[in-house]
């Protein structure tokens, strides 16, 4: 089976599953949130012991599981206690290691713990404040969250399409030599083009100055997140995150643009809406 017929398969598998999740709201979305970042915490993780760094997965883990409990359930009195606690865990964890990089060790596991659980965390609080802000409008936080992911992916597919067909400008080679500006204004327009269709069919009450600027962040803030994870990766000399998903690499490179977008849409929603 070749690579495309790999790709293919895990999405026919992934995308419905993905969706239904999404659909069902509630404990079920915070287990796919859950899931993607287990998984992608400990592929971040094992990527920085190729560097011959020691992060805590265990703890860090931990940590970020009860920082999803948290605000999956607003419990912060208990369960930010528990929060706490790990964090001096951590701490206090890493001087009876007796490893080398003490101080690394530490902010990676840590940088672990904000860069994953808490940005896709950022999803929770979007998909249930429109559901609360848009009451008119049946599953609201469904189609809202649907459009992000589909707006991403097709963002993803202007870029590497129009980049291999017309790039001839770097985009920013020091960290992904592959992609180019060429390739990056096509994701851009894709995106844009995505919400305005959204808006157009009125799938959701969105102005027109709010479709813009949507598209526009997811845009700018998915293809960011690309890079921030191509930069992880190539400064510990991996091709992928893992060979967890045939095709696409790992969890961390399938959900990249989704992690550094989750907050920026959750800042910009709060700010439209």
Known sequence: ???????????????PTILTLIFLGGWYFFL?????????QLEFYEMQKKKNYQPQRINGIIAGILLLLGIQTGEWQIIGIGLVFMLMLILAFEMF??????????????????YIPLFLG??????????????????????????ILITIWICDTFAYTFGILFGKHKLYEKVSPNKTIEGGVAGLIG?????????????????WFSAIIIGITVGVFGQMGDLIESWF?????VKDSSALLPGHGGMLDRFDSLLFLSPSILI???LLF
Do not use: C, W
């Open 1 to 15: 089976m070749n690579e495309l017929s790999k790709r293919i398969l895990v999405a026919i598998v992934g995308i």
């Open 233 to 237: 990766k190539r400064d510990a000399s």
């Open 191 to 207: 995106a844009i083009v995505s919400i305005v269709v959204v808006k157009m069919f009125n799938i959701l009450p969105l102005d």
């Open 32 to 40: 796919l949130i859950l899931i993607i970042s287990l998984v992608a």
């Open 268 to 270: 910009l929603t709060f």
């Open 122 to 147: 950022a999803l929770i609080y979007t998909k249930s404040y429109v559901d609360h802000t848009f009451t008119t409008v049946q599953y609201a936080g469904f189609k809202y969250i649907t459009m």
């Open 97 to 114: 290691r007796h490893h080398e990089n003490m101080s690394t060790n530490i902010g990676i596991t840590l940088v672990g713990i904000l």
